[in-house]
């Protein structure tokens, strides 16, 4: 699919208003590429001028920072800082709250500012500015906070805001917003096996949404969808019960 | 001067010498941790709206409205209740009796009756939460580390409430009967709403003198049960109480999700990349970072600890403790408070052996500089904990007075992989594929080969 390259536009001396930061997951997990995929539609119907690093992007560092190993974090970050300095990056989109958090949050005191969006940011700016228009079904969809959009960064009303233009019964877990319960993949959970317990982090979550008898559970991370994905399988609803990105929902919204 | 006066002063002047020692030392145990960021200027609203909102207004309490409405009433007693503690000690010191009452006139009843009105709330509170903790027994004050001196601290604080209450009372009615037999020695106030009924009521037909030693004994009461509070304060968990205003200050005003950069690595790292051309300046000792006890975490760091009331809403949140996971954020506060107790209990004892070997190769005193034993951080909390956190915010989000256990966490996970070469083997295979591949997963395909996949 036709996907810009920041360089290539570069070098025909242009410059992207926007620079969409795909992530780790974004590119190589088969399940989020999907989320990718669909958000490169969006851009790609509405004529957002935006273009992707490709190959020159490299892991923001999040996992390994969180992890404890601040050299590993400092090298990838200081080299991905260099690459957006020098094709003058103003403005960022990221489809995964990890890349969005340490980008705007955490680039600055090593030399990189720029105005970061999460994706859920953007398409609701976009449904404000009446660039998107979307028809609301009536599914019964629950949305569940991603930390790092979330308490991390205190924007619980975008996912939501658009979530609302794609169905007309949205529903709450017990624990959302300041309250939302980690899907369990945070601080480099997602690399690790998990410490001695009596349940996993994601089944608890799980448990919590098939609650709400949803058909589906709307999310705004990568991370999220694997944990969430995950727990279904464990409870044997991966049938009945499905995982979307919001972006992927308005993809299929939007008949793209 | 009476007998009295005098007995005041010296236990007014006793009390005020042990606290200045009892406090030094917690002050003293929180300048163990290294120094903070100097705060920024334009942060100072938020920082004083925090103070006025989260400290004083209580804000995050009403997230739990039952247990928030139970400790305002408490709390907005514990205010009102500050003037008739000036009162007593003004009338202490001059060996006079109620000396407010002529300047207040009218009002002096007023403010009687509503400091009565809320003790009354106040005292049905302290019930209640006596009744949480050790009959109904709230989940959140079960778990183990709550198990010995914890649970007991809760439980005498709350004895303490009710002997205050009790004095109170006692003053009031034995007074309001007083000031009807004798008033020539009773200065007369006007009726008090609670006291000046149930006074008379209960106390009626008691002999005179017994009243005087009421009256004396519900006022000796409240005061020596205050000054026991002030001296208890510095070991308990009830240290809140003061320290809650200047922690919400002292606290990060950034969004919860930045971790502190280390500066300190910056610089290695920039000279492994050629980002810089000086690389003489490289210090030849190995450096340590991170935190592998409490001189390595900041004194804020330290005062959350002495700030925590254990009241466990971070515990009862946090998704690894939920899960059956031993990580409890309320713990590592607890350890990282009896760690530095530790330390400063050792300094207080000025055994020698507590120095470093350059300190006791030079033959230097002992101080919190040259302070070493062979204990850590490490030994009250165990990698197990550290390596259950998800970094997800909600023990952070969850303190009423805004503490941080989060950042302790990653400082001391920090340690455990930088310093130590440490941590869970599970992260081996990332940290190398990070480090070659620039990627999470160890993946031959290029980053963007996913834009070759047509449409699905």
């Excluded at chain 1, 924007?155 to 017990?174: C, K, S, W």
């Excluded at chain 1, 969430?228 to 499905?242: H, N, P, T, W």
């Excluded at chain 2, 002047?13 to 030392?25: D, E, W």
Aim: glycine fraction near 6%.
């Amino acid at each position: 699919m036709e996907v810009p390259r920041y360089s290539e536009r570069v070098a025909k001396g242009e410059s992207p208003e926007i620079l969409f930061w795909v992530g780790c997951a974004g590119s190589y997990d088969p399940r989020a590429q999907r989320v990718t995929v669909a958000f490169v539609k969006i851009l790609n119907s509405l004529d957002i001028d935006y273009a992707i690093l490709g190959k020159e992007e490299q892991c923001t560092g999040d996992p390994a920072r969180r992890a404890g190993n601040e050299f590993v974090f400092q090298m990838l970050a200081l080299q991905n800082i260099e690459t957006l300095n020098t094709y003058g990056v103003k403005k960022i989109v990221t489809t995964c709250p990890h890349c969005f958090n340490v980008i705007k949050n955490e680039y600055p005191a090593l030399g990189g500012e720029y105005e970061v969006l999460h994706h859920t940011q953007l398409l609701q700016s976009l449904i404000q500015e009446e660039r998107l228009s979307l028809e609301a079904g009536t599914d019964k969809i629950v949305y569940h906070d991603s930390c790092f959009l979330g308490r991390a960064n205190g924007e619980f009303a975008a996912p939501r805001d658009v979530l609302n233009q794609l169905t007309t019964d949205m529903v709450e877990m017990g624990r959302n917003r300041e309250k939302g319960l980690c899907c369990g993949a945070g601080g480099a959970q997602m690399f690790k096996e998990d410490e001695p317990g009596d349940k996993r982090i994601n089944v608890e979550r799980t448990e919590e949404a098939i609650a709400t008898n949803a058909s589906a559970i709307a999310v705004n991370c990568p991370f999220c969808l694997t944990m969430l994905s995950d727990g279904l399988k464990a409870k044997d609803k991966q049938e009945e019960i499905m995982v979307y990105d919001l972006s992927e929902l308005i993809v299929n919204n939007m008949q793209l | 001067m009476s007998i009295q006066q005098i007995a005041f002063l010296i236990v007014l002047i006793v009390t005020a010498s042990l606290a200045s020692k009892l406090y030094g030392r917690v002050i003293r145990n929180i300048r163990l941790g290294k120094d903070i960021e100097p705060l920024r200027e334009q942060d100072e609203g938020r920082r004083w709206l925090n103070v006025f909102l989260v400290a004083l207004g209580q804000k995050k309490m009403f997230k739990r409205i039952i247990p928030a409405l139970l400790h305002a009433a408490i709390y907005v007693a514990f205010l009102f209740t500050q003037i008739e503690l000036i009162e007593i000690i003004a009338d202490g010191l001059t060996g006079k009796h109620r000396v407010f009452a002529p300047f207040l006139g009218n009002l002096y009843p007023v403010i009687i009756s509503a400091i009565e009105l809320l003790s009354l709330a106040a005292f049905a509170a302290t019930l209640a939460f006596i009744w949480r903790r050790n009959v109904a027994k709230v989940a959140r004050f079960q778990q183990s580390e709550m198990r010995g001196w914890p649970s007991w601290d809760a439980n005498i604080i709350l004895f303490g409430e009710i002997l205050l209450i009790i004095g109170i009372f006692t003053m009031n009615m034995a007074d309001s009967v007083l000031q009807i037999i004798d008033p020539s020695h009773y200065v007369q106030t006007g009726t008090f709403l609670i006291s000046g009924h149930l006074g008379p009521a209960l106390m009626g037909s008691w002999d005179p003198d017994l009243l005087g030693v009421m009256e004396r004994f519900g006022w000796w009461l409240h005061f020596l049960v205050v000054c026991g509070f002030l001296l208890y304060l510095p070991i308990s968990k009830h240290l809140h109480i003061l320290f809650a205003f200047p922690n919400t200050w002292f606290a990060s005003v950034s969004p919860k999700g930045q971790m502190k950069n280390m500066p300190e690595v910056m610089v290695e790292v920039k000279s492994m990349l050629g980002l810089t051309e000086d690389t003489g300046s490289m210090s030849e000792d190995i450096p340590e970072f991170g935190a592998q006890d409490v001189q390595d975490l900041t004194w804020k760091n330290i005062m959350d600890a002495y700030t925590c009331t254990e009241c466990g809403r971070c515990t009862s949140v946090c998704p690894a403790h939920i899960t059956g996971k031993k990580l409890s954020p309320r713990k590592i506060m607890m350890d990282v408070r009896d760690r530095a107790t530790e330390i400063g209990k050792n300094l207080d004892s000025g055994n020698l052996t507590f120095r470093n070997e350059e300190a006791r190769k030079n033959n230097h005193p002992l101080t919190s500089q040259n302070y070493a034993d062979d204990r850590s951080l490490f030994d009250y909390i165990t990698r197990e904990e550290l390596h259950a956190c998800t970094s997800c915010n909600a023990c952070v989000e969850a303190c009423p007075v805004l503490i941080n256990p989060l950042d302790i966490i990653l400082q001391m996970r920090r340690y455990e992989i930088l310093t130590e070469s440490a941590g869970p083997t599970d992260w081996l295979p990332m940290f190398n594929s990070l480090e070659n591949n620039g990627a999470v997963w160890a993946m031959s395909a290029d980053r963007d080969a996913w834009t070759a996949t047509d449409s699905q």
